[in-house]
T-cell receptor, first 111, second 117 residues
Framework: KQEVTQIPAALSVPEGENLVLNCSFTDSAIYNLQWFRQDPGKGLTSLLLIQSSQREQTSGRLNASLDKSSGRSTLYIAASQPGDSATYLCAASGSARQLTFGSGTQLTVLP | NAGVTQTPKFRVLKTGQSMTLLCAQDMNHEYMYWYRQDPGMGLRLIHYSVGEGTTAKGEVPDGYNVSRLKKQNFLLGLESAAPSQTSVYFC????????????????FGAGSRLTVL
C-alpha cells in the first residue's frame, strides 16, 4: 500500500526566502507525482505534475523534482511571498491505480 | 469556466439521517472521485468512477454509496449518517485515470463541509 509522508507539518519563513518542501513515498512504482496548493476553506489547486519518466517540472517560481529510486519529491519555492501562504500537499499514484495524498505542509510566509 | 461544482457547501445532520452530495463537472472528464479530508490527515479516496454508469470503491467506502447516471454528475450518498462521517468532502475529476502515463491533472471542487451530530 502506498504511503505518502510530508515533513514538516508546518513551516514559517520570512518573505523573500527560498524554501523546499519535502514529500516521501513508499511505493516507487508510481505513474506520477502531483503537488497541490490548498487555501483555507478552499479546494485543492494543482501546481505541478511530474510523470514517472520525468525528473522535474517548473512553473514560474515553483520547481518540483522527483527521485523514484529514493522515494522522494521536493517542491522548491523561490523568493517566497506572503501570497504563497497555504497548505501544500503532494500525491503519488502507485500500483493501486489511485492517488495517495500526504497530510500536507502548512506554509506561512511572514511579511 | 465552472470546472467542478459541489452542492451543498455546508450541511448539518443528526445521527441516522440521510443525505446526498452532488458533484457536477463541465469539462467532459471521464474520471470522477470523492475524497474526504480530516484534520491532520491527507485526502482519502471514498469512491470513484471511470465513466458514466460505473463506480468503484476507494480506500474508505464503508457507509457511503455513489452513483454516476450522467457523465457530468457524481453523487455521494450517506444512508445513515454517523458522527465519524463528520468531515470535509471533496469531489474531483480528471480526463484520464491516474494509472495512465499521460499528463492527468486533477481538478477539485471547493468542498462540502458536513457535520453529523
Amino acid at each position: 500500500k502506498q504511503e505518502v509522508t510530508q515533513i514538516p507539518a508546518a513551516l514559517s519563513v520570512p518573505e523573500g526566502e527560498n524554501l523546499v518542501l519535502n514529500c516521501s513515498f513508499t511505493d516507487s512504482a508510481i505513474y506520477n507525482l502531483q503537488w497541490f496548493r490548498q487555501d483555507p476553506g478552499k479546494g485543492l489547486t494543482s501546481l505541478l505534475l511530474i510523470q514517472s519518466s520525468q525528473r522535474e517540472q517548473t512553473s514560474g517560481r515553483l520547481n518540483a523534482s522527483l527521485d523514484k529510486s529514493s522515494g522522494r519529491s521536493t517542491l522548491y519555492i523561490a523568493a517566497s511571498q506572503p501570497g504563497d501562504s497555504a497548505t501544500y500537499l503532494c500525491a503519488a499514484s502507485g500500483s493501486a491505480r489511485q492517488l495517495t495524498f500526504g497530510s500536507g505542509t502548512q506554509l506561512t510566509v511572514l511579511p | 469556466n465552472a470546472g467542478v461544482t459541489q452542492t451543498p457547501k455546508f450541511r448539518v445532520l443528526k445521527t441516522g439521517q440521510s443525505m446526498t452530495l452532488l458533484c457536477a463537472q463541465d469539462m467532459n472528464h471521464e474520471y470522477m472521485y470523492w475524497y474526504r479530508q480530516d484534520p491532520g490527515m491527507g485526502l482519502r479516496l471514498i469512491h470513484y468512477s471511470v465513466g458514466e454508469g460505473t463506480t468503484a470503491k476507494g480506500e474508505v467506502p464503508d457507509g457511503y454509496n455513489v452513483s454516476r447516471l450522467k457523465k457530468q454528475n457524481f453523487l455521494l450518498g450517506l444512508e445513515s449518517a454517523a458522527p465519524s462521517q463528520t468531515s470535509v468532502y471533496f469531489c474531483a475529476s480528471s480526463r484520464m485515470g491516474q494509472a495512465t502515463s499521460g499528463a492527468n491533472v486533477l481538478t477539485f471542487g471547493a468542498g462540502s463541509r458536513l457535520t453529523v451530530l
